[in-house]
């Protein structure tokens, strides 16, 4: 069961050119409106959408060594966690 019945939960990430053969997608500081997270609720016959405006995603994708590398990176009211071991740590 989710959190909320009839719920979703969508990443809208804009491209970028990045590190010379790589992409970076983002979904926070673009400067436009449209990317970033959502959650959209349906109740009965309307449809409720969220935006999630401290919630924030990075997905790095570049060739090193001759092989396709991605880092991935959440954000959540702008602190992004410092991983140590397997785990990361809010701070």
């Not at 970076?24 to 009965?44: A, D, N, Q, R, W």
């Not at 060739?63 to 740590?89: M, N, Q």
Request: with cysteine; hydrophobic share 35%; net charge positive.
């Amino acid at each position: 069961m989710r959190p909320l019945p009839a719920s979703n939960f969508t990443a809208t990430l804009l491209p970028h050119n990045h590190d010379g053969s790589g992409f970076l997608l983002k979904s926070h500081g673009t400067g436009l409106p449209f990317p970033g997270h959502y959650v959209s609720v349906i109740e009965g016959d309307e449809l409720t959408v969220f935006k999630l405006p401290t919630f924030g995603e990075e997905i790095e994708v570049v060739v090193r060594d001759g092989r396709l590398r991605t880092d991935h990176h959440f954000y959540l009211g702008g602190l992004k966690p410092k991983c140590t071991g397997s785990r990361p740590k809010w701070f």
